[in-house]
């Protein structure tokens, strides 16, 4: 079962990740990436690797002051193995919120292939930004 992230972000609905888990400082979203996002080595490419991770990391740290957003301060990335997925299985992301000021929060995150390898782990430094309400556009 999917949980709504909260906030409307357009790239993660493009990439299709689903939100899994959003609690108590943990996150775990669900990825199966398809062939556009694949590199020349036919396996996921790193940029969305590292996007699953950043937004894994970031619901970890909204998950304990859900409503507010968040911007990514800095993040480290280490590769260990190609993300593979069998056909239908999915990528999958795990965030945990590590450390936490009124202002910062200090993450880890990790993304397994369908047969639960690590592929890669990220550590990130998050700030918490109070959310933007849409505007409706003006008819002037």
Known sequence: MS????AHIPFVHHLGFTLEKFEGGESELLYAPRAEHHNSFDVTHGGAVMTLLDVVMATAARSVEQDMGVVTIEMKTSFMRPAKVAPGDKLVGRGLLQHRT???AFTEGRIYDSAGQLCAM???TFKYVARRVAQSPSTD
């Open 3 to 6: 949980i709504p992230f909260g």
């Open 102 to 104: 009124r202002s910062m």
């Open 122 to 124: 990220a550590t990130g």
